[in-house]
């Protein structure tokens, strides 16, 4: 069966407590040329945060996708596409691997067709996700690619992601996650800055996902790291081919 992730390149992830740059709109950020907006962060987000986002990006035609970090902040909207749920293969205890999902199918009525979830795998200690999650990010390159391999052979993960959020990974280890993949879709986040950073880290994975640098520099920087990751699915492409 086709995911519509299967097609992308490029995720352009807003934080929706975090604001855009000086005069820049969403209608900005959502002509950057990304694939596809995730709207979610880790920290003091809020199901009225996340409205004013999701209905300030509804009127464009780039695919819309929640991800959010707990049930209080899951939006029942017509103009998403979809919920991106993650469970964290490593975290210190079964609340983010099980519990919060547990705890939100009970008390919601979820639209299972459009529910998705994403194997994470949590690399950066200092980020908010891993200390919210008490993750094990000391992990060598077996360590992620075994994550990886149970994720889709054992729980029948489609998306692997490997996140290093808020700082730039190690390409070994995303290499490890690529290769230890045939079927799941890997998605790797963190870091990405500029053409040359998307355009590597696109070479490993195959969906890039850029985040602060949206609120840190603005849509021309992220339009680049666009170019950045197409360029690379392109020569690679050229290789298979
Ligand atoms: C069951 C439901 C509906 C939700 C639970 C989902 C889970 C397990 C969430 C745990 C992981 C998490 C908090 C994911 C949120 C997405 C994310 C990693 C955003 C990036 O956040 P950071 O960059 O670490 O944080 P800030 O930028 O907010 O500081
Ligand atoms: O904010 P950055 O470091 O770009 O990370 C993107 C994303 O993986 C965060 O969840
Ligand atoms: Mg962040």
Known sequence: MSNPWDDWDHVLKI?????????????DVCRTGTDAIEIGGTLDVTAEKMTRVIDATAEYDVPLYQEPSNPGVVIDSPALD??????????????WITGAHKEWVRIDDLDWDRTHTEAYIVMNPDASVAELTEANCDLDADDVEAYAKVAERMFGQEIVYLEYS??????????????ALDDATLFYGGGISDYE??????????????????????VD?????VKGAKDAKDAKGTKDA
Do not use: Q, W
């Open 15 to 27: 934080d929706p407590d975090k604001d855009l740059c000086d005069g820049e709109t969403f209608e």
């Open 221 to 225: 920087a992220v339009r680049e790291t």
């Open 82 to 95: 979809g919920y991106l749920i993650p469970t964290v293969f490593n975290a210190g205890g079964p609340f």
């Open 166 to 179: 808020g700082t730039f990974g190690d390409v070994e280890k995303v290499a490890a996650a690529g290769d």
């Open 197 to 218: 950073s998307a355009n590597e880290m696109a070479a490993h994975s195959d969906v890039v996902v850029v985040g602060d640098l949206l609120h840190d520099e603005g």
